[in-house]
C-alpha cells in the first residue's frame, strides 16, 4: 500500500516543466504497480460481498469498486460508480453523492475526457456547497483546477486551487495543502510570475519535509531550482538541483534521478558550461533508457544534439538527431496505434457479426428447404440470390471499413507533419519575438534623442550666425581674420549642410527601424491559440517585411488594398498563410517580375488575392497542390507541406482557397474569410 501511494504522489507531484508525455510514463507506472499490489483478491471479496449486500451498505460497496477498478478496469468502474450514485440519491446522503461524483471525473480524468470530467467535479462542488460539506468540497475544487490546468485555462485553475487549498488549511490536511501548493505554482509558472511560483513550491516542499515524503521533496527541489533558473539566480538554482540529486541517488531512485539530471544539464547549457552540460545530458539519457523512459531519452538526445552542432561535432550531433527523432516518432505511434487498434478491433468484431448474421441465414433457409420441398426450385433459387447478397453486403461493408481506416491513418499521418510544422512556426515567432523585443529599446533610445539633437544642432548654428552678423556689422574681420581662415578651412558652409543631412538620416534609419521592429512584433504572435480581430493587411506587411531580402530589386509588390473590417481568426496562422503563399510567388519568378496584391470586403466576407507573373502551373499540377507531399522542386529544396497546411488553415477558419494558373501566365491565389467565424 505504501508503494502505491508513494507512486501516485509522485504521478500528481510532477515538476511543472515535465511534458503531458511524461505524465503518460508515470500514470502507466502507477496502474502497473496498482495491478502488482492488488491483482484482483480485493475486487474480489468485495463483489462476494455485494451479491448480499442491500441499502446503503451496496453503496458503499460499489463505491470502493468504483475506486479499485480505477485504473485496472475503467469501464467497469464507471458502471459501479453510476450504479451507486443512482441508489445513493434515494438515502439523501450527500457527502457519498459528493465523493461518488469526485471519483467518477478522476476516472474520466484518467482516460483524457475532460470535459465529462469537469461535469462530474461541478456537480461534487455544488452538493458540497449546497451541505457544508468541507473536505468534499476542497476535493472538488482541487479536482477542477487540475483539470484547467492540464487545458491551460491557467487563471481558473489557480482561482480553484486558491479555494482549494484555503479549505483544505481550515481543515488541517496536510496532503492536501501540499498538492494545491504544487498545482498553484504550476499556474504560476505557466503566467510567468515565477515569484509566486517559488512561494507555493517552497510551501509544498516543507511539508512534504515534515510529513517524511523524501522523493517528493526531492521534486520540490526540482520545481525550486527551475524557478530560480527562470530568475537568474544561477547560485540557488544549482543548489537544489544539486539536492535533488542526492536525494533520488539516496533512495536509488533512477526514474527520478534522470529528470535531475536533465534539469541540471539545462543549468549548465544556459550559464555556458557546456562540457559539464553534455555530461549531465548523457547520464539522463543512460537513465532514461535503463528505465525504459522514452521521453527522457528524447529530451536528453534532443539537447545533446543541439550542443554537438554548436561545436561543429556534425558526427555527434547527427547521432543525437537520429535518437532524438526514433523516440519521439515511437511516443507518437504509441498513441496513434491505440486508435488504429481500436478501430482494427472494431472491424474484426463487425465482421463476425456480419458472419453470425449469414449463418443464421443460412440455418433458416436449410430449415424452409425440409419444410416446403414442393417448393424446391424456388428455394434453391431464393437461397442462391440470398447468400450472393449477403456476401456482397459484407464486401461492400468491408471495403467501406477498410477505406475507413486508412482514412484515419491518413488522417493521423497528416496531423503529425502539421504538428512538427506548427512548432517550427512557433518557434520562428518566438525568435523574432525575442529579436524585436532586444531592440526595441537602443531604438527608442535614439528616436528619442534625434528631436532633441537636431534642436541643439540648430541652436548652435544661430549662436554662430549671430557671431558672424555681429563681426560683419562691428567691422571686426580683421581681428578675427584665423576664424575666418579656419572657417574655409573646413569649409564651414558644407558642414552646416551635412550635419542637418546626417541628422536626417539618423531620424529617417530609426523610424525605418522602428517600422521593421514593429513587423517583427506583429509577425510573431504565433502562439496565439484563441480566436480574435485580425488586421489582415498588417499581417501581409508585417510578412513582406520578412520576405524583403527575398524580393530584392528583381521583384515589384503592388498593393491595392480595400477598406475592409478586421476578420475573427488566429493571427499566427493566418501570417503563415500570407509567408507559403508569398515564398512559392516569389520562388515562381525567375528572373525580374511583379507581385500584386489586392483586398476587398464581399458584404460578410473578405477577399484577399496574390498574383505573381511567375511560371505558372499546368492543370495536372494545379490538380494536386494541396495534396501533402506533393512538390514541383528538386529532392531537398521542398517538403510539400506549405500548401497542404495553408488549405488546412484556411478550413479552420471556414473559408475557401481558389487558384488561377496557366503555364507562362502566373498564378493566382484567391483567399475568402468570414468576418465573423461561426462555431
Known amino acids: 500500500m505504501v508503494i502505491r501511494l508513494t507512486i501516485f504522489y509522485l504521478y500528481m507531484d510532477l515538476p511543472p516543466t515535465d511534458s503531458k508525455a511524461m505524465k503518460k510514463v508515470y500514470f502507466v507506472l502507477l496502474i502497473l504497480q496498482t495491478v502488482i499490489m492488488f491483482p484482483q483478491d480485493n475486487a474480489d471479496s468485495l463483489l462476494n460481498l455485494l451479491n448480499s449486500a442491500e441499502g446503503q451498505e451496496r453503496i458503499g460497496i460499489l463505491t470502493d469498486l468504483c475506486w479499485e477498478y480505477r485504473f485496472i478496469d475503467p469501464e467497469e468502474a464507471l458502471r459501479y460508480g453510476l450504479e451507486a450514485l443512482s441508489l445513493v440519491k434515494e438515502y439523501e446522503s450527500y457527502a457519498q453523492e459528493a465523493t461518488i461524483n469526485n471519483y467518477l471525473g478522476i476516472i474520466q480524468r484518467n482516460v483524457g475526457n475532460h470535459a465529462m470530467a469537469l461535469e462530474y467535479f461541478y456537480s461534487a462542488q455544488r452538493i458540497a456547497q449546497a451541505h457544508e460539506l468541507l473536505r468534499e468540497l476542497a476535493y472538488a475544487y482541487n479536482n477542477i483546477g487540475d483539470i484547467q490546468n492540464m487545458e491551460g485555462n491557467y487563471g481558473q485553475a489557480l482561482k480553484h486551487e486558491l479555494q482549494g487549498l484555503f479549505i483544505f488549511e481550515e481543515l488541517g490536511d496536510s496532503m492536501g495543502v501540499s498538492y494545491c501548493c504544487h498545482q498553484i505554482a504550476l499556474a504560476y509558472t505557466n503566467m510567468y510570475d515565477f515569484i509566486g511560483a517559488l512561494e507555493y513550491h517552497s510551501r509544498a516542499m516543507n511539508i512534504r519535509t515534515m510529513t517524511g515524503n523524501r522523493a517528493g521533496e526531492a521534486y ?5 531550482g527551475q524557478t530560480y533558473l527562470n530568475l537568474g539566480n544561477q ?194 515567432g518566438q525568435v523574432t519575438a525575442g529579436v524585436a523585443h532586444e531592440l526595441n529599446n537602443p531604438l527608442n533610445f535614439i528616436s528619442t534623442s534625434v528631436k532633441p539633437l537636431r534642436r541643439n544642432m540648430e541652436d548652435l548654428i544661430a549662436i554662430l550666425a549671430k557671431y558672424d552678423s555681429v563681426i560683419e556689422e562691428k567691422a571686426l574681420g580683421n581681428v578675427f581674420s584665423e576664424a575666418e581662415q ?76 480595400g477598406s475592409i473590417p478586421q476578420v475573427d481568426g488566429l493571427p499566427g496562422k493566418l501570417n503563415q498563410v500570407f509567408m507559403n503563399i508569398l515564398t512559392n510567388s516569389i520562388l515562381a519568378i525567375k528572373g525580374e517580375g511583379d507581385i500584386y496584391i489586392a483586398t476587398e470586403r464581399l458584404d460578410d466576407h473578405v477577399r484577399i488575392c496574390i498574383k505573381d507573373s511567375g511560371e505558372g502551373m499546368s492543370s495536372e499540377i494545379r490538380e494536386h497542390i494541396f495534396e501533402p507531399f506533393f512538390t514541383t522542386r528538386a529532392v531537398g529544396q521542398g517538403t510539400g507541406l506549405g500548401l497542404s497546411i495553408t488549405y488546412s488553415i484556411i478550413e479552420e477558419h471556414r473559408g475557401t482557397i481558389d487558384v488561377n494558373s496557366a503555364p507562362g501566365e502566373g498564378s493566382e491565389f484567391i483567399i475568402t474569410l468570414p468576418t465573423y467565424r461561426d462555431e
Open 220 to 224: 520540490s527541489f526540482i520545481s525550486i
Open 486 to 561: 579656419y572657417k574655409e578651412t573646413v569649409d564651414y558652409s558644407y558642414l552646416l549642410t551635412e550635419t542637418k543631412d546626417l541628422l536626417e538620416g539618423i531620424n529617417e534609419g530609426a523610424s525605418r527601424s522602428e517600422y521593421i521592429v514593429k513587423g517583427l512584433r506583429t509577425f510573431s504572435r504565433m502562439d496565439e491559440n484563441e480566436f480574435k480581430g485580425v488586421n489582415v493587411h498588417q499581417g501581409i506587411d508585417s510578412t513582406l517585411l520578412l520576405l524583403n531580402n527575398k524580393l530584392k530589386d528583381r521583384i515589384t509588390v503592388h498593393k491595392n488594398y
Open 235 to 428: 547560485d540557488e538554482a544549482l543548489k537544489y538541483l544539486k539536492n535533488s540529486q542526492d536525494i533520488f541517488t539516496e533512495l536509488e531512485d533512477n526514474f527520478g534521478l534522470s529528470l535531475s539530471l536533465h534539469n541540471l544539464g539545462l543549468y549548465y547549457k544556459r550559464t555556458g558550461q557546456t562540457e559539464e552540460a553534455i555530461q549531465y545530458f548523457t547520464e539522463a539519457l543512460n537513465l532514461g533508457k535503463e528505465t525504459g523512459s522514452q521521453i527522457r531519452v528524447r529530451n536528453a538526445a534532443g539537447e545533446l544534439s543541439d550542443i554537438y552542432a554548436d561545436q561543429l561535432r556534425y558526427q555527434e550531433a547527427y547521432q543525437m538527431h537520429i535518437l532524438f527523432k526514433d523516440t519521439y516518432d515511437s511516443l507518437y505511434r504509441e498513441e496513434n496505434m491505440e486508435k488504429i487498434t481500436q478501430l482494427v478491433l472494431q472491424n474484426d468484431f463487425e465482421q463476425r457479426e456480419l458472419l453470425q448474421l449469414a449463418e443464421i441465414d443460412k440455418q433458416k433457409q436449410v430449415r424452409n428447404y425440409l419444410i416446403l420441398s414442393i417448393g424446391l426450385v424456388i428455394i434453391l433459387v431464393i437461397v442462391i440470390l440470398n447468400r450472393y447478397l449477403i456476401k456482397r453486403k459484407t464486401n461492400i461493408e468491408l471495403e467501406k471499413q477498410k477505406s475507413e481506416l486508412n482514412h484515419t491513418l491518413d488522417n493521423l499521418c497528416k496531423a503529425q507533419t502539421q504538428l512538427v510544422q506548427s512548432e517550427k512556426m512557433a518557434s520562428l
